[in-house]
């Protein structure tokens, strides 16, 4: 599988699209400088990732050849083609694209640029000290990342199709204590008789989130409106 990543960046954001090989826009994010960002386009890909796609491809196309950004994405094993402003004004008149440049029509044309276009232009080098020795953890947390994008993706699924008042709960299945209260109730009937008392008895932290957010024990009234749930086989 191969996907190809458009980034247009800026001093402190990135704006970038995500495309197919049929040339679908499949994703597009304005992300932070820095480690934050990084971590949020891992997930970006990730989520459009099968099972098993370890070693999909991913293709990126960037008007800038060097900078730890570049760097990180070299070291996890992106394809990363520095493409220069020259050549980017000519695939605009090649292809009749505006002339009217807007940060997400960068990244558009980026992305589409190293889908159709890859073979004329000449991949980053990754060989500088920096790159080498920041390798093993960028790939390590790359690989993370799209681990536990595909665990949320399949609790979602199996959430929405048994226990779909707990996706109406908690915005985020991937929080460390939406996962402890879905542990602790990971049916309809415990977390009917889920109390707010317990479902807040972790960290001060976690306490003052649960006193904003909706817990477990409201889950009953939620499922009122909802036809009963058959129960998981062999239960």
């Known amino acids: 599988m191969r996907l190809f990543v458009g980034d247009d960046w800026a001093e402190d954001h990135h704006d970038v699209e995500v495309m197919d090989e049929a040339g679908k826009v499949l ?9 934050a960002g990084m971590a949020q386009l891992h997930a970006l890909v990730g989520a459009h990732l099968g099972e098993g796609e370890e070693d999909a491809e991913v293709i990126v196309g960037i008007e800038t050849d060097r900078g730890p950004w570049v760097q990180a994405l070299i070291a996890v094993g992106y394809r990363v083609f520095p493409v220069n402003p ?17 940060d997400a029509g960068d990244a558009h044309m980026l992305a589409d640029m190293v889908r159709t276009d890859s073979h004329q232009l000449r ?29 949320v ?21 991937d929080a460390p204590d939406t996962l402890e209260l879905v542990g602790k109730a990971p049916d309809p009937a415990q977390a009917a008789r889920l109390t707010r008392a317990p479902a807040a008895a972790t960290s001060p932290a976690r ?13 009953a009234s939620r499922r009122r409106s909802r036809p009963p749930t058959p129960p998981p086989c062999g239960r």
């Open 207 to 219: 306490r003052r989130r649960s006193s904003r957010r909706c817990t477990p024990g409201t889950w």
């Open 123 to 151: 991949p980053a080098a990754g060989d500088s000290p920096e790159a080498e020795g920041i390798k093993v953890l960028a790939r390590t947390h790359k690989t993370l990342i799209w681990e536990r994008t595909r665990a």
């Open 86 to 102: 020259l050549q980017a004004s000519r695939y605009r008149q090649r292809h009749g694209v505006s002339g009217a440049k807007s």
């Open 27 to 35: 994703a597009r994010k304005r992300l932070p400088e820095g480690v």
């Open 153 to 173: 993706q399949r609790l979602r699924h199996q959430l929405r199709e048994y226990f779909p008042a707990a996706l109406e709960a908690f915005e985020d299945l």
